[in-house]
């Protein structure tokens, strides 16, 4: 019996690209101690971390496969567009709404 495939998982070739990408990322941000860095820094540990563990790749919040281009971009996305920047409807709109 054959199984249902429900999403494409990432290609080997582009898991590890992002690894050598996110242990360069971490060597360069290893001693900067900005908080922007700091954070930066962070995001990379927990995508070194997903990928370890098999779920790196996918959105955190909806659990979408996030696009190979938007990885190889910025190896350390951990959301996908849609759950990263939400549209949110205007103040305007909420006003007017005839709930």
Do not use: K
């Amino acid at each position: 019996m054959a199984s249902t495939v429900l999403y494409d998982a990432p290609t080997l070739e582009l898991l590890a690209h992002c690894q050598v990408e996110l242990d360069r990322i971490q060597r360069e941000l290893g001693g900067v101690g900005s908080e922007a860095a700091d954070a930066r820094l962070a995001r990379v540990e927990r995508a070194l971390s997903w990928l370890r563990s098999g779920n790196y790749g996918y959105c955190g919040v909806c659990g979408r496969r996030i696009a190979d281009a938007q990885l190889r971009a910025r190896p350390d996305r951990l959301a996908c567009d849609a759950c990263a920047n939400p549209v949110r409807a205007p103040f305007s709109a909420i006003e007017s709404a005839s709930w």
